[in-house]
């Protein structure tokens, strides 16, 4: 019998035209790993809000057709009973932890569903130990990285050993061997596992079933082998193909260079004696382990900050595009977004919103776009002012695989007239990206590839 | 000291500086919160910035808007509505004590919003734990909301834009404001989603009190009353 099952489940957000789930019927059975794929905006996130019993009773809105998890009802049940049944994991760690303390924060959803107390302690520790976080447990969450809080949330998600876990981009802010390791304990669990990813490769290999929406609708739901044919055939993008770049880069004039670069925050070393140098015309991926300090190192060659030791030359103007792109939300239309970094020249603000194929939404708050619609908002504030150094940190963060080959082409055609510093975790976007990559290691130094 | 208790004294302390009448009983207790308050380094900076803005200008305003006392230290034109912009000991004295009250008051709250482990607090909440954990949880606005002013400037300055004036930074608080708002409205998804709420919630073990924090919540009281009787 099905452990959860959604029958002709339609669901309109409030004041919406468009349905954002569209007779959507499936079902999940106990242990299995269902991947979540689609475009963003296409309905993923909000399918796997309805097996929480979030939509409709969190956001509003029209629903239409039945969702059940464990015979309960979800029209029925909040979501807040649900809880226990189902766990989730939301895409923005930051935005979902509760309390100070990691333990804390980890025993909070324990003490909601009622677990004896003289358990909650040591079910908490060993959620963390899964999730190779158990060396944060006595640490404040305002002082974790996005990855540890990550691990912090999907801890918190196990604790309460859900019969199914809903997981939105789980592997995000993980670096590669922490989302290895994270999808293999998650494949291991007898849990059912609803997944919906933006770097899908990791988990189509272990994946039993893959779901593919368009527009709210599935238009794929298939056991994996036929699901890869499906892909192959439809979506080669999801597949995690790798476009490598054509041509030898045409190197210039040095836009960058660090030499022998520290620093720290307070006593904790981030950086310590850094070399890079960054060339117009070559795209270099700077990639490492969560706290390796690649985003240390993007700001400093940005000049975002300035070395405690070393030296950092730059040649012409830098623009870095921050990890958050909720950054990005100061003005009241996105094409004023834009131009703010151009002394409000709306024009120039619509031509780069109409490279990052969002033009339409010129008029709209940046507020009312998707976390994928946002990146790509907040990487034309810094595409407009046409810098000679351009840092992107994690600039694919909820942004889907097709988005992710415009991005890489976009970037390509562009390198010419700069040098580029892409921070990532995603290393299929690195190699079909980058002419060369950086990687950081866990001491910091530098290895070329 | 456990949070409760420390909780408590803070409270009889902002209790004692709103009832005592001497100035010096009020500025002794301002005092003493502000010693604490310093312990938290740099974190307390926006706090204390807050306070010397708001205590200070309750401490100029008050005597332009009082009408008390005959010893005139300054006379001022006569403004229509507010009548004599005249300034007087007594009025001076009022401000004064007017203004350290409301700097008390404040700094104890400066104090738990930055020194006291809001965790144990939610955790060690016999009743209104509702009540106890959205306090714990407005509590941390001001440090979030710091946090990501600093995140908003910085990206503002990734792209070429520098922010200058007070009313630059004036026009970034509505977009701080709106994303708190939405933070909200997620952290109260991912709560719900978490089972906050539905009957039946156990709490993990607490440590048991010790013999501080029962004269720390003895000396709560004695505080209050003192405040209320001789200070």
Redesign the interface.
């Known amino acids: 019998m099905a452990l959860a099952r959604a029958e002709r489940l339609s669901f309109w957000y409030p004041d919406a035209t468009a349905p954002a789930l569209d007779d959507v019927s499936l079902e999940l059975e106990p242990g299995e790993l269902v991947l979540c794929l689609g475009a963003s905006g296409s309905g993923k996130s909000t399918l796997l809000r309805a097996f ?1 019993g ?1 939509v409709p ?2 956001h509003g809105g029209r629903f239409a057709g039945r969702v059940e998890v464990g015979a309960l009802d979800t029209r029925r049940a ?4 649900l ?2 049944i ?3 994991v ?1 895409q ?1 760690p930051e ?7 990691v333990e ?1 924060e980890v ?12 358990v ?2 040591a079910r ?1 520790q060993e959620a963390l130990g899964s999730v190779g976080a158990a060396h944060l447990a006595g640490r404040s969450t ?1 002082a974790l990285s996005g990855g540890e809080l990550q691990r912090v949330c999907l801890a ?1 998600a196990l604790a ?1 050993r859900p019969r199914l876990l809903l997981l939105d981009e789980p592997t995000s802010q993980l670096d590669p061997d922490g989302a290895d390791e994270f999808l293999g304990l998650v494949d291991g669990l007898d849990t059912a596992v609803l997944i919906a990813e933006q770097r899908p490769a990791r988990v189509l290999d272990r994946a039993d079933r893959v779901l593919f929406l368009e527009a709210g609708r599935i238009v794929l739901d298939a056991p994996r082998e036929e699901a890869l044919r499906w892909l192959a055939r439809h979506r080669p993008a999801f597949l995690g193909r790798e476009l490598l770049p054509e041509d030898e880069p045409e190197r210039g004039d040095i836009v960058c260079r660090l030499s022998a670069v520290s620093y720290s925050y307070g006593a904790r070393v981030a950086v310590s004696r850094v070399d890079l140098e960054l060339r117009r015309g070559e795209v270099v991926a700077l990639v490492g382990p969560n706290g390796s300090g690649k985003t240390t190192i993007a ?1 400093l060659a ?1 000049g ?1 900050l300035e070395p405690a030791e070393g030296r950092v030359e730059r040649r012409g ?1 830098a ?4 990890q ?1 792109p ?6 009241e239309r996105c094409d004023e977004e834009v131009a ?2 151009v002394g409000g020249d709306l024009a120039r603000a619509r031509r780069a919103l109409a490279r990052v194929d969002l033009e339409p939404y010129a008029h709209r708050h940046p ?1 009312d776009l998707s976390s994928g619609e946002r990146e790509r908002l ?1 990487l034309a ?2 595409l ?2 046409e ?1 000679d150094l351009l ?1 992107l940190d994690e600039p694919t963060r909820g942004v889907d695989p097709e988005r992710k080959e415009a991005l890489a082409e976009l970037l390509r055609a562009d390198a010419p007239r700069r040098g580029t510093l892409v921070v990532t975790h995603d290393t299929s976007f690195a190699r079909s990206v980058a002419d060369r990559t950086v990687a950081l290691g866990p001491v910091r130094e530098l290895v070329y590839a | 000291m456990s949070p409760g208790p420390a909780s408590a004294l803070l409270a009889a302390l902002a209790t004692a500086a709103l009832l005592a009448d001497h100035i010096a009983s009020v500025a002794a207790i301002a005092a003493l919160l502000l010693a604490v308050c310093v312990r938290a380094g740099r974190r307390s900076r926006p706090y204390l910035l807050g306070i010397l803005v708001t205590s200070g200008s309750v401490f100029l305003l008050t005597p332009l808007v009082e009408s008390v006392g005959s010893h005139v230290l300054w006379t001022g034109p006569i403004v229509p509505v507010i009548g004599a912009l005249d300034v007087t000991r007594e009025e001076v004295s009022y401000a004064a004590t007017q203004a350290l009250r409301l700097a008390s008051v404040s700094l104890a709250f400066a104090v738990y919003a930055l020194l006291l482990d809001h965790d144990r607090l939610v955790r060690a909440a016999r009743f209104a734990r509702r009540s106890v954990l959205a306090v714990a949880l407005a509590t941390r606005l001001v440090p979030t909301l710091e946090r990501d002013a600093a995140g908003m400037l910085e990206a503002l300055r990734g792209r070429g834009v520098t922010i200058a004036g007070a009313r630059g930074y004036a026009r970034l608080a509505s977009p701080l404001l709106s994303g708190s708002l939405e933070r909200g409205l997620n952290l109260a998804e991912a709560m719900e989603a978490r089972g906050y709420g539905r009957g039946g919630s156990t709490r993990a073990p607490r440590a048991p009190w010790t013999a501080i924090d029962r004269i720390a919540l003895a000396a709560s009281a004695a505080i209050a009353v003192g405040g209320w009787l001789w200070l």
């Open positions: 929480a979030l009773h969190f909040r979501p807040s009973q809880a226990g189902v766990a989730s939301f923005d935005e979902q932890v509760v309390l100070n303390g804390a025993a909070f959803g324990l003490e909601n569903v009622g677990t004896a107390p003289r909650i302690a908490a305002s918190s309460l700001k940005s975002l103007r623009a870095y595009l921050s958050d909720g950054r990005y939300l100061v003005r703010l970094g507020r907040a504030c810094v407009v002012t810098p840092v």
